[in-house]
T-cell receptor
Framework: GIQVEQSPPDLILQEGANSTLRCNFS?????LQWFHQNPWGQLINLFY???GTKQNGRLSATTVATERYSLLYISSSQTTDSGVYFC????????????FGSGTRLLVRP | DGGITQSPKYLFRKEGQNVTLSCEQN?????MYWYRQDPGQGLRLIYY???????QKGDIAEGYSVSREKKESFPLTVTSAQKNPTAFYLC???????????FGQGTRLTVV
């Protein structure tokens, strides 16, 4: 099956710092999503980005489908950015299966 | 409000008992999914349904059962055959395949 790897597994930042999270996947995908899981467990949709670049405020994402990776950029981080960031892909060889990476755990210190 | 509602938020059950987790959506989505999350881990797919009266096993279906009698509802039953049922369960829905999926707030199940 497809492998989805996220790096780094853990990240600690001072408030105001920038960061880049990476998601590598081992096969072609129909869909790629980035989620933020807050401390209560809720998964918040950040980006639906099978290819190209999108921006939403301090966050932006880029997916290079031909090279099988996606990047999530967080600029001017805030303590509320803390939590776990997941990348999930919809594998072309499967149907209706959103497969998750193991996540990047981010802690932003004041 | 449009969205996905999971209930209850917290659930405690004795070992050996079956328990059913509720998932309802009013987004008119065709596809619905159940995922399991263990502490410090990613999400793993239990079951998914593309349309009413049809559902498919995911990667970890053993010890679980589902039904899809209505478009809006996709309940998950955790049976006594599930060896380690304590986990966080998340329900999701999407318009169809290869499109954006949205999640409910989850149910934390603890079996004692």
């Amino acid at each position: 099956g497809i492998q989805v790897e996220q790096s780094p597994p853990d990240l600690i930042l001072q408030e105001g710092a920038n960061s880049t999270l990476r998601c590598n996947f081992s096969d072609s995908v129909n869909n790629l999503q980035w989620f933020h899981q807050n401390p209560w467990g809720q998964l918040i949709n950040l980006f639906y980005i099978p290819s190209g670049t999108k921006q939403n405020g301090r966050l932006s994402a880029t997916t290079v489908a031909t090279e099988r990776y996606s990047l999530l950029y967080i600029s001017s981080s805030q303590t509320t950015d803390s939590g776990v960031y997941f990348c999930a892909v919809d594998w072309m060889d499967s149907s209706y299966k959103l497969i998750f990476g193991s996540g990047t755990r981010l802690l932003v210190r004041p | 409000d449009g969205g996905i509602t999971q209930s209850p938020k917290y659930l405690f059950r004795k070992e050996g008992q079956n328990v059913t987790l509720s998932c309802e959506q009013n987004l008119n989505h065709d596809a619905m999914y159940w995922y399991r999350q263990d502490p410090g881990q990613g999400l793993r797919l239990i079951y998914y349904s593309q349309i009413v009266n049809d559902f498919q096993k995911g990667d970890i279906a053993e010890g679980y059962s589902v039904s899809r009698e209505k478009k809006e509802s996709f309940p998950l039953t955790v049976t006594s055959a599930q060896k380690n049922p304590t986990a966080f369960y998340l329900c999701a829905s999407s318009v169809g395949q290869a499109v954006e999926a949205f999640f409910g707030q989850g149910t934390r199940l603890t079996v004692v």
